[in-house]
C-alpha cells in the first residue's frame, strides 16, 4: 500500500576517485565509520532506514523538519567524524529531499517519488541539501531556513521543478513562537502492575501512534518522549488545540474499548520560544510547560483527561469557540491558579 512519506537520499561525493586512491581494509574502514556516522544521527531523529548501499543510504521520516534536522546533523558529523582520519582521507556527502507516495516492500522503497529523488541527488552538489518544492512548502520555516537554488528539469518527468537548498549551518538553534504541548498518563505505573504485557505494549504501540498521526495531520512534531511522556511542538495555535481534542478523542474510544479500567491523560499547552542542542530541548517556556503539567499532577478533581493551557496560549487563539471552552482554573479558596506569571486554563474537549 501507498504511503506519504518524507524521502531521504544520501550519497558520498566523488566515490569512484575515493576507491581508486584506498585500500580495500582503509575503503571498509571508511564505510563502516560512515555508515556509523549516518545511523546514528537518524536514530535520534526519528528516521528509518530502509537500505544502505555502502556509499548511501535510503531513509524516510514523518515529519519534513525532522528530515531537514537530521540531514544539517549528517552533514556536520561527517564532517567532524572524518576531519582527523588517520588514513588523511576525507568525505563529502549530498543529500536530497522529497515528499510522495511510496511503497516500501522487502527492504527497499519503489515509486515515482523515489525515482524523483534519486535524480534530485545526481543534481545536487557535496555539502548541500537539496529540497524538492513539496518537500519546502510543509517545512518549517522558523526552525529550517531555505532558499530557492533554481527551476530544473528531471529525465523521466515534465515540466521543470523547483529545488529549493537548506542555508542553516547550526550548533544551537532557536525556535520561536511554538506551541509546546506535554502529554502523560495518569496512573500509568498502576496500570502497568495491574495488566498483562500484552495489554501494556499494546497500549503503548496505540499511544505512540495517536501522537505521530495529529502531528502528521496537523503540522506538529514530536519533539521528546520519555516512558509515558511526550512532547510535541505545533506552530499554528488553533491548529494545536484541534490535534489535541482529536487525540484525546481517540484514545478515549481506544480505552473504552480495550481497557477495563479509565486510564486518563493530562495534557498541558504553552506557547514560546526554546532552544535545540543536538536534540536537547531548553529554555524558559519548556520550564513553565513543565510546571504547568506539575499543577495536573496535585489536583485532586478531573476524574477525566485533562487540557490545562498558559494564559498566553489563550490569548493567542482565534477560534472564539475553542475560548468560549476555556475556564481558569482556581484554587481550593476561589483564587486565580497562576504558574510563571501565567494564568492556567482549563479547556473542555467534550
Known sequence: ML??????????GDFTSQVSKLSSDNLDKMLLKHSR???KVIARHRGTIIKGEGDSFWITFESVTDACVAAILIQQSVNESFQDSSN???????????????????NDIFGDSVNF??????????????????????????????????????????????????MDIFHSRKVQNQILVMTDIKGFTHFIE??????IEKLILNHRRFHEDIC?????????????S???????????????????????????ENIESPLHIEICMHIGTFLIFDSVILGEDINTVGAIASLGHTDPGSPSSTISISES????????????????VLDENGKTVSIRNQKVYRLSYR
Not at 504511503?3 to 558520498?12: E, N, R
Not at 522558523?142 to 537554488?149: K, Q, S, T
Request: glycine content about 4%.
Open 3 to 12: 504511503k506519504t512519506t518524507v524521502i531521504m537520499k544520501t550519497d558520498i
Open 37 to 39: 556516522t549516518v545511523k
Open 88 to 106: 588523511n582521507r576525507s568525505i563529502a556527502i549530498r543529500i536530497a529531499l522529497n515528499v510522495g507516495d511510496v511503497l516500501i516492500q522487502d
Open 117 to 166: 529523488t534519486a535524480r534530485l541527488e545526481q543534481i545536487t552538489p557535496v555539502n548541500e541539501i537539496y529540497l524538492s518544492e513539496t518537500a519546502y512548502n510543509i517545512l518549517n520555516k522558523n526552525e529550517v531556513n531555505a532558499e530557492y537554488v533554481e527551476s530544473f528539469e528531471f529525465k523521466g518527468f515534465e515540466n521543470k521543478h523547483r529545488i529549493f537548498k537548506i
Open 194 to 199: 495491574n495488566e498483562s504485557t500484552s495489554t
Open 216 to 228: 502528521m495531520n496537523n503540522g506538529g512534531q514530536i519533539r521528546g518522549r520519555e516512558g509515558d
Open 230 to 256: 511526550f512532547l510535541l511542538t505545533f506552530e499554528d495555535p488553533d491548529k494545536s488545540i484541534k490535534a489535541i481534542i482529536d487525540f484525546l478523542f481517540h484514545w478515549d474510544s481506544y480505552v473504552f
Open 313 to 328: 496560549l489563550y490569548t493567542s487563539l482565534n477560534n472564539s469557540n475553542y475560548k468560549k471552552r476555556c475556564k481558569q
